[in-house]
């Protein structure tokens, strides 16, 4: 289990799930090998050790989600406007410039949340616990939220036009009420606005 997992590994920062790092491409509706996801916990599957994360934290990492672009090296503000590309259907297709027979340089380095995390961590000693594959089913997954949550005006102009596909977004509100009946039926947890959940000292 989740637990035993950490039990037996002392110098883990958590256990759970581990996706990555893979390549965005075909898959995706993108060049082949067009983007590297880097590895990142499978949030909110996972169980972290907190002091883990408070020293991390404290080294200016963090879970926050970014996409790094690289096609230009050195010129990150044009490399962004280049990657517009790859949202208009019409053009998605031109791969990285001057790179096509080079799939270890990609145009963009995607770090979903947790990715980050996981590199301090793993650079301060610590490793990682990951379950087995085969029990990823027993985990509810809502896919797009940290996308769907992005307020990158450029994105939602071009969800408007319908340049960029809005399907796998998914609602944080539907999110939130699993939440609350999970906590409800689960840990007695709800019923009142006043009730918290936080990380304890040091698990």
């Given amino acids: ?14 256990a759970g799930f581990l996706h990555g790092p893979e390549w ?4 995706h509706g993108l060049p082949q090998k067009v983007g590297w996801y880097a590895a990142r916990m499978w949030i909110p599957f996972v169980l972290l050790r907190s002091a883990a994360i408070r020293a991390a934290l404290g080294q200016a990492a963090s879970f926050a989600q970014h996409r790094s672009f690289v096609e230009l090296h050195g010129y ?5 406007w280049l990657a517009t590309r790859f949202w208009i259907p019409g053009l998605r297709g031109i791969g990285v410039l001057g790179r096509r027979n080079d799939p270890q340089r990609p145009a963009f380095i995607e770090s979903d949340t947790g990715a980050d995390m996981h590199q301090a961590l793993e650079a301060l ?7 087995p594959g085969a029990q990823w089913p027993q985990a509810h997954h809502y896919h797009g939220v940290t996308r ?14 319908g340049l960029v596909a809005s399907a796998n977004d998914t609602s944080q509100h539907l999110i939130l ?3 609350r009946q999970r906590l409800a039926e689960h840990y007695s947890i709800g019923g009142s606005t006043g009730d918290s959940v936080g990380l304890g000292k040091d698990d």
């Fill in 148 to 161: 769907s949550g992005l307020a990158w005006k450029r994105r939602k102009f071009a969800q408007r036009l």
């Fill in 1 to 14: 289990s989740i637990f035993s997992a950490l039990e037996k590994d002392h110098q883990a920062y958590g």
């Fill in 125 to 131: 000693g610590y490793r990682f616990a990951a379950l």
């Fill in 76 to 80: 990150p503000v044009l490399s962004r």
């Fill in 24 to 27: 965005l491409g075909q898959a």
């Fill in 177 to 179: 009420d699993e939440v």
